[in-house]
């Protein structure tokens, strides 16, 4: 029978920086001739800031890890679009997720496509509370969200250990600044575009004590940075014959990308 409840957990992948660790105790690596990564890393945060309507599209991969270390490699397509304050949308499709995520400043709303089924939550009226509710109340964490986020230069920077700026490099063919952080559990890569326009173009998220050390790689690109996004785009319209679920909170932690619930 088809499932009445579902549990919401890690569904689109690793949430951005949500492990990463405070500037002020941190301990750079770099000379003082190189560009500090601190100040290349709150250029970014504060430019997404001062964006209201932007989009990206991304190409994820993410390791998981079995049989005592061996790591298989799955991908995933992402297009992000946020219209701030109150509106997010996140479609993935990939190797084990086809799903589409709506924030319209009221309700968010998840719709898995393989399994024909959609869920929706009451949430508060701003991208940032509304991710926060989801995640404490039902573990739901999307992919990238944070880059939405007006708080995103607390999140990204809190108790990082070491920083390293490691060079400029070419990422598809755009120079970007290479920026290295250790978290202590952690290992954070950011890329970020050199130039006006200091945007993310590929992350990379090792897990060091994990079995295995898993990675989960994103490519960003295809960014458009004054987009006009209508209303009509964060609001989801059931197709027909389509399930509406109920979203019960997970017992316990799953692994990103997993999701569990009763399929009686």
Avoid at 228 to 241: C, I, V
């Amino acid at each position: 029978m088809r499932a009445h409840r579902i549990r919401m957990v890690a569904i689109l992948g690793l949430f951005l920086l949500s492990c990463a660790v405070p500037y002020a105790g941190a301990q750079q690596e770099a000379t003082a001739k190189e560009p500090d990564p601190f100040f290349i890393l709150l250029q970014m945060c504060d430019y997404l800031k001062s964006l209201q309507q932007f989009s990206f599209r991304s190409e994820v991969l993410d390791d998981q890890v079995y049989l005592g270390g061996k790591k298989l490699q799955y991908g995933i397509d992402m297009e992000t679009y946020v219209k701030r304050p109150d509106r997010l949308r996140v479609n993935a499709e990939g190797d084990l997720v086809n799903k589409e995520f709506f924030f319209d400043g009221k309700t968010i709303t998840l719709y898995d496509k393989d399994e024909n089924v959609y869920g929706v939550i009451d949430v508060p009226p701003s991208i940032e509370e509304a991710l926060d509710k989801a995640h404490n109340d039902f573990g739901l964490r999307v992919a990238l969200t944070d880059l939405a986020s007006p708080q995103l230069w607390d999140l990204v920077s809190r108790k990082i250990e070491h920083a390293l700026y490691v060079g400029l490099h070419n990422v598809r063919g755009v120079p970007c600044h290479h920026l290295a952080f250790d978290a202590g559990e952690v290992h954070l890569q950011v890329w970020i575009e050199a130039g006006k326009n200091p945007l993310p173009r590929k992350v990379v998220f090792l897990h060091k004590i994990l079995e295995g050390s898993p990675q989960w790689i994103a490519y960003l690109y295809d960014w458009k940075t004054s987009p006009r996004l209508t209303d009509a785009l964060f609001k989801f319209t059931p197709p027909p014959g389509v399930q509406k679920i109920k979203f019960v909170p997970p017992k316990q932690p799953a692994a990103p990308g997993e999701e569990k619930g009763d399929k009686s």
